[in-house]
Each structure stands twice: as structure tokens, then as C-alpha cells.
């Protein structure tokens, strides 16, 4: 029985570094001169605490090997600029870890069942009744002492 989603054995996701730590994902793909085919895209924010060391990255996955070499002969050196007008020559790699996040959207079973509820359909009675008068303390008091009397 075949598998379902037989992948290529190639090696598809790639990871983009040094781009410039104030680049936004927008920005990024504003600045990406290829039309590229991927499946998958994150985009990894600088960590300021890296000082000089911070930079921006981008996980891709691509859809085959060809869409790969595309990309890195588009990307693999190519100059982005931040808002201040500084260069960053961008470096594409294979990403360490080649596995790819799934995306699976669970049914919660319990979604719709809140309106038959039993305690919930007591609260919303209670809501809708009409709140008890409560009376004032001396008035309290001064009927104790009439029934007292």
C-alpha cells in the first residue's frame, strides 16, 4: 500500500541568515527578488541581546530540489537593506532539522454543548430573575423588636 504524501528524498528546507535584525517578514518578501514555490515559511526576528550578532532568519521549505537551487542562486549573497540603509549580504542553507511543523486542527468536542448545560441553564435563570429587595439594617432591627414586643 503506497504512503500518502511520499516527499522527495532531497533535502527542502532551507534556512536564509543574515538578513538585517530590523527587517520585518513583509519587508522580506518585499526585498525576495525570486518567485519561488514553498510550502512552508517562518521568519525568525533578531535577538537584540546578540549585539552584533543579531540577525534575522527565514525557514523555507520548498516544494522539490529545483525550487531550492532557485532560490539559492537568487537569495545566496544578495544584499537586503534595513530601514537605516544598512547591507546584509543574506547566506541560504539547508536547515539543520528538516522536519516541518504539521498543522492539524483539532475538533474540540465539547464546542456548541455550553446551551445544554444543566447549571448553565440554572445560571442564566437566575440572571433573568428579579434580585431579592434587600432591606437596611436598622430596618431589620426595628422589625425584630416589633415582633418581640
Known sequence: ???????????????????????????????????????YSYFESSDSSLGLFAFCRVYMDMRNGEEVLKLRNAVDGCVFHDGKGHEYPAVVEFAPCQKVPKFRRRADPKMGTLEKDAEYQAFLQTLQAEPEKLTSPDLTAEQEEARQK
Open 1 to 39: 500500500m503506497p504512503k500518502k504524501n511520499v516527499r522527495d528524498p532531497a533535502q527542502t528546507k532551507v534556512v536564509i541568515r543574515r538578513l538585517p535584525p530590523l527587517l520585518t517578514e513583509e519587508e522580506f518578501f518585499e526585498q525576495l527578488k525570486c518567485e519561488v514555490a514553498y510550502d
